[in-house]
């Protein structure tokens, strides 16, 4: 079992920088493919960025290259994702998940079995 609990989100204006946490407790942290999801009120949940097991291995979601990056610090059990540029269509419950799965499809939720409660994040214009 993983717990996941995010941090870091807030009101910020367009153009603005935030940095999400995502802390983990439970099983061991080391190994387990970790993501970025986001989901706008009426909207379906969309994949943002995800991070393989060994860190070595990070993916975006296009409209994300270039401004957002997605780490992790097994040490600190922590994931984050930093965000640049932040546009006012980017305002969402954004959300960390976590997957025991191998060869997963990182975009697709189904994939990941553990999820965090989200945070807010606001854009304004």
């Known amino acids: 079992q993983v717990q996941l609990v995010e941090s870091g989100g807030g009101l910020v204006q367009a153009g603005d920088s935030l940095r999400l946490s995502c802390a983990a407790s439970g099983r061991t942290f080391g190994g387990v493919a970790m993501g970025w999801f986001r989901q706008a009120l009426g909207k379906e949940r969309e994949f943002v960025a995800a991070?393989?097991?060994?860190?070595?291995?990070?993916y975006y979601a296009d409209s994300m290259k270039g401004r957002f990056t997605i780490s992790r610090d097994s040490a600190k059990n922590t994931m984050y994702l930093q965000m640049n540029s932040l546009k006012p269509e980017e305002t969402a419950v954004y959300y960390c998940a976590a997957s025991r799965n191998y060869g997963l499809r990182y975009d697709r939720p189904y994939e990941y079995q553990y999820w965090g409660q989200g945070t807010q994040v606001t854009v304004s214009s």
């Open positions: 991070i393989s097991g060994s860190g070595g291995h990070t």
